[in-house]
């Protein structure tokens, strides 16, 4: 909009699945999702357009600094209910994790979780934000959020020893990445289109890449793979 300041671009949350749905029934023009289409989705036009990693995140006066995915899957699953079991204080763990239609949680569901469940003790929110501050105030808390988002009121967990960074994801050595996703209805067209290609050049990317993310130019066979 500082570029085009006759044009106005309207944001709205709710997850991914709101986004595709909001772009299926018009009421946008650009849907944004975290997680790659369904098969019953397939007839829009996704456009990866940057890479996040998930992060998993505790509060900073926890003294755990390293999980395995299997410890996170049985954390999540509620096989592991005890912080005392992983070689913390003998305290109950807070499961915290995103609704259902969230990109976020299938991209987790998928990339951790398998074919177990995540629990239905877990605190549910509608947001990385609000996952963010439930860890924030929670010192038995652990939730997943997107790495763009971490900060110094949360603590990143190392996964198998990786830490969760830029880095690490472009050596493919930190495995818990996924594309975002504009989707479209049709191609897009006009202004649409200008967002889109604006995203997608270095000032764009680099943008994104101040947040935390990693460029599409870091990941080309990526890029292929999430494509339409």
Do not use: C
């Not at 456009?47 to 600094?65: E, F, K, S, T, W």
């Not at 990339?111 to 549910?124: P, R």
């Not at 290609?197 to 870091?218: A, R």
Request: hydrophobic content about 40%.
């Amino acid at each position: 909009m500082g570029h085009h300041r006759q044009e106005k671009i309207f944001v709205q949350g709710g997850g991914s699945s709101a986004g595709i749905q909001a772009v299926r029934t018009g009421a946008a023009e650009v849907g944004m999702s975290s997680r790659n289409l369904l098969d019953s989705e397939k007839d829009l036009i996704a456009v990866p357009i940057i890479y996040d990693a998930i992060a998993v995140i505790v509060h900073p006066g926890n003294p755990l600094q390293d999980l395995s995915l299997e410890q996170v899957r049985k954390i999540f699953s509620a096989e592991i209910t005890l912080w005392s079991e992983l070689g913390g204080r003998n305290h109950p763990i807070t499961l915290v994790t995103r609704e259902e239609g969230s990109g976020t949680r299938d991209a987790f569901q998928k990339l951790i979780m398998g074919e177990k469940e995540i629990s239905l003790s877990a605190l549910v929110q509608d947001s990385n934000g609000a996952i963010r501050q439930v860890v924030t105030d929670d010192r038995n808390a652990v939730g997943y959020i997107s790495l763009g988002l971490v900060n110094d009121r949360v603590k990143a967990l190392k996964i198998d020893g990786i830490e969760p960074r830029v880095e690490n994801i472009q050596d493919h050595r930190y495995k818990i990445v996924r594309p975002f996703l504009f989707v479209f209805k049709s191609n897009p067209q006009g202004l649409a289109k200008d967002f889109l290609d604006y995203i997608l050049s270095p000032p764009g990317q680099k943008l994104l890449v101040q947040e935390g993310l990693v460029s599409m130019n870091t990941n080309p066979e990526s890029r292929k793979g999430a494509a339409r």
